[in-house]
């Protein structure tokens, strides 16, 4: 945090808007291998309100067809990731010209998760390789940061992709905890993903990747689905759905709050 205070910069993140995709339950397999994962959610969907102030999912899932041995000897590890809606991500670079700060360079990159929250039985190093974490997005240092449009000779691109996910993390958007897997009951397990209090609306997705000394054996899944509530869904929906109507009556308030504020404070 202190090194982010000290560079002579200012490097921010704008989220461009994008339409939520419903995700069905979907399931990758090892053929190799004959053990399957099964997970469930304590909720599939999250209301956010004037109070929101985040939330734990608890994901509970277990391993069928399990070899009792190797689920003594801890050779099955599982990783739970919370992902949230994909946008479009920008990164600008601001620099002091004639004493004022101003936006230099910028890169924009496809699609990045808005959120995510990770948990694993064990710190990913010491799970499986890193080629195969990246190959699944898995931890935040692996997800794909793919640059689009114009980026220059490319030198700065790590230094951008580097700020992207710190800024993600200090506002809380990305997290991970590396042992929030645990086994409860032989091949029962359960972790815990928080959702912050900015959360992002829309259609999230819980992942859970099963490997078995350290080699992938399948990934389920599963989606989840965050939304306003009450009087904070009315007026989300009216400025989105219906923006001239929501414009309209915004200056009604206005006019009416300023007449009456003459008509209170007025001096005869």
């Not at 002579?8 to 994008?18: G, T």
């Not at 956010?48 to 399990?66: E, H, K, N």
């Not at 506002?171 to 912050?196: E, N």
């Not at 054996?217 to 929906?237: A, C, D, H, S, Y």
Request: aromatic share 8%; proline share 5%.
């Amino acid at each position: 945090m202190r090194a982010l205070l000290t560079v002579p910069f200012i490097l921010f993140v704008a989220c461009l808007p994008a339409a939520a995709q419903i995700a069905d339950p979907t399931v990758t397999i090892n053929d190799k291998f004959v053990e399957r994962i099964d997970i469930g959610i304590s909720t599939n969907e999250i209301a956010i309100a004037s109070d929101f102030s985040g939330a734990d999912i608890t994901v509970f899932g277990a391993i069928d067809r399990a070899d009792e041995l190797l689920l003594a000897t801890f050779a099955y590890d599982v990783v739970v990731a919370l992902e949230g809606p994909r946008l479009p991500t920008t990164v600008r670079r601001k620099e002091r010209v004639a004493g004022i700060w101003v936006n230099r360079h910028s890169i924009q990159f496809s699609p990045v998760p808005a959120s995510y929250s990770m948990s694993s039985t064990r710190p990913l190093r010491d799970l499986t390789d890193s080629m195969e974490l990246a190959s699944r997005d898995l931890g935040i240092d692996n997800i794909r940061l793919v640059p689009t449009g114009n980026i220059g000779d490319g030198s700065r691109l790590t230094e951008f992709r580097d700020a992207l996910r710190r800024i993600k993390q200090i506002g809380g958007l990305y997290q991970r905890d590396p042992t929030g897997v645990q086994f409860i009951s032989k091949a029962l397990f359960k972790a815990s993903v928080r959702l912050p209090a900015n959360i992002p609306l829309g259609q999230h997705q819980v992942r859970a990747v099963l490997y078995k000394n350290g080699e992938f054996v399948m990934e389920k899944v599963v989606p989840l689905r965050v939304v306003k509530t009450g009087l904070e869904q009315f007026i989300f929906n009216l400025a989105h759905v219906h923006s001239f109507i929501y414009g309209l009556i915004a200056v009604l308030i206005a006019v009416v709050t300023g007449w009456l504020g003459s008509v209170i404070f007025r001096k005869d």
